[in-house]
Nanobody, 129 residues
């Protein structure tokens, strides 16, 4: 069992920045990858970024096209955290952001969010014009 707790959401104006942090605890050695997903009202949940915290692909990260060059996902193995730094925010980035982990299964990637085994409670990001 892995417990995930997100923090760092908030409200910013267009062009602003926010840093989201996901603190993980529990059976961390079983995690293959972790990621950030978001869901806006009336829209499907979408993958934002994923990272491999350990193993062969340790440190490798992948991003949705919509956030490439603006968002950066990183990990701190000592603190057991995964951070999403979001720059040049746009109103279309407004959503509830969730941290997820794939535990004891191969990483599902950005597009199969339903296969992730553990989820945080979410943190709201609102970008105004």
């Amino acid at each position: 069992q892995v417990k995930l707790v997100e923090s760092g959401g908030g409200s910013v104006q267009t062009g602003g920045s926010l840093r989201l942090t996901c603190a993980a605890s529990g059976s961390l050695v079983s995690i293959d990858c972790m990621g950030w997903f978001r869901q806006a009202p009336g829209k499907e949940r979408e993958g934002v970024a994923i990272i491999y915290p350990r193993g062969t692909y340790s440190g490798s990260s992948y991003y949705a096209d919509s956030v490439k060059a603006r968002f950066t996902i990183s990990q701190d193995s000592a603190e057991n955290t995964v951070t999403l730094l979001m720059n040049s925010l746009k109103p279309e980035d407004t959503a509830m952001y969730y941290c997820a982990a794939a535990s004891k299964i191969p990483c599902p990637g950005l597009n199969k969010s339903s296969r992730y085994t553990d989820w945080g409670q979410g943190t709201q990001v609102t970008v105004s014009t």
